[in-house]
């Protein structure tokens, strides 16, 4: 038995309350791509999307996966989860006009016996079991958690033209990523609120932070990258090689 299928057995055990259920949201228009869908862009003989299903198949805390994409897309999902036994996947639902309706469509979906959300994008391929875990463990001690990355860069903030305006103090900056995971009543209230001020977010911790809940965020490394250019894939691809060479 592997070490993440032993935490598993335990929180089932101890905490029967945390039952989690995966929403990969793979709806996007995929514009900075040109041409090509990056969700069924390959990698290692598999698709984007493949990548990001199997990360949530192998964890051992994710009990369902519902992927919300475009009605175009569900026959070659559901044929992908055939191909590379992604068993876990239950539903696929139909995008929104916005991320945020998107991540609602999937969300109202999950089992009625969920406890916690695991909200995903589609095209972060690189996302790994164990770091779904390690966001897991913190949102059933924390009711949210979300996977981010420390800025280590120097940040500048400049004009429409390119000009430099002014140095950005990056202590305390955090790139976020996913999984972002939640109660799922904390995430009910938070859409409950966002719809009734009108307020559109661009990633799910938003939301949940508008409701004036606070965050807290897991470390999970410059490599959890998200496919959003060509220039991403080579870049994923070496990632991915290295991890198969050293095993990580």
Not at 57 to 85: H, N, T
Not at 129 to 139: E, G, H, M, N, R
Not at 204 to 210: R, T
Request: proline content about 3%.
């Amino acid at each position: 038995m592997s070490k993440l299928q032993q935490i598993a057995e335990i929180v089932h055990e101890y905490l029967p309350e945390s039952r989690t259920s995966a929403v990969i949201l793979a709806a996007g228009n995929s514009t900075r791509m040109g041409k090509e869908n990056k969700q069924f862009c390959y990698l290692n003989g598999k698709p984007v999307l493949a990548h990001t299903q199997l990360a949530y198949q192998k964890c051992p805390l994710i009990r369902e996966i519902i992927v919300v994409a475009k009605p175009s897309d569900f026959k070659k999902i559901f044929s992908i989860a055939k191909q590379f036994g992604i068993h876990k996947l239950t539903q696929i639902v139909g995008g929104g006009e916005t991320r945020q309706e998107s991540a609602r469509r999937g969300v109202s979906k999950v089992s009625d016996e969920t406890k916690f959300v695991a909200i995903a994008d589609g095209a972060r391929c690189l996302t790994t079991p164990a770091q779904i875990t390690k966001v897991c463990l913190c949102a059933y001690r924390q009711m949210a958690a979300c996977a981010a990355h420390k800025l280590t860069d120097t940040v500048k903030r400049a004009t429409v033209l390119g000009n430099v305006q002014e140095s950005i103090d990056r202590e305390g900056l955090w790139q976020m990523q996913t999984p972002q995971v939640f109660h799922t009543a904390l995430y009910h209230a938070a859409l409950i609120k966002a719809e009734e001020e009108n307020v559109t977010v661009t990633d799910d911790a938003s939301l949940v932070e508008h409701l004036g809940y606070q965050i807290h965020l897991v470390e999970c490394g410059h490599a959890n990258i998200k496919i959003t250019t060509p220039d991403d894939l080579p870049l994923a691809q070496a990632i991915l090689n290295y991890r198969t060479r050293y095993k990580k």
